[in-house]
């Protein structure tokens, strides 16, 4: 079955950084649009980051832009988000997605980022 498995949250002072990964399996990684969303609570689940699959496009949230980067390696099937200059306001569950040809959303189960000193 489909699985998206993220890793790499944890907890972060301001200014520091984290790289998140996205594990897929069980569709054809190669053929699917992956995306990177984030949630706080009590608000709508909302998208930080989007990659084409062959990596020619990318599109950010102006929240993200200058200081994240979403990248994929489809060899691995895996999908990275690269978050730098973190500030106490990117504290969020993670959350990563894909949108496979068919047009069929997944999601992982998320993983926290939290930014405090």
């Known amino acids: 079955q489909v699985q998206l498995v993220e890793s790499g949250g944890g907890l972060v002072q301001p200014g520091g950084s984290l790289r998140l990964s996205c594990t897929a399996s069980g569709f054809t990684f190669i053929g699917s649009s992956m995306r990177w969303y984030r949630q706080t609570p009590g608000k709508e689940r909302e998208l930080v980051a989007r990659?084409?699959?062959?990596?020619?496009?990318?599109e950010y949230a102006d929240a993200a832009k200058g200081r994240f980067t979403i990248s994929r390696d489809n060899t691995k099937n895996t999908v990275f988000l690269q978050m730098n200059s973190l500030k106490p306001e990117d504290t969020a569950v993670y959350y990563c997605n894909a949108v496979l040809l068919s047009g069929s959303r997944y999601w992982g189960q998320g993983t926290q980022v939290t930014v405090s000193s």
């Open positions: 990659i084409s699959s062959s990596s020619s496009s990318t």
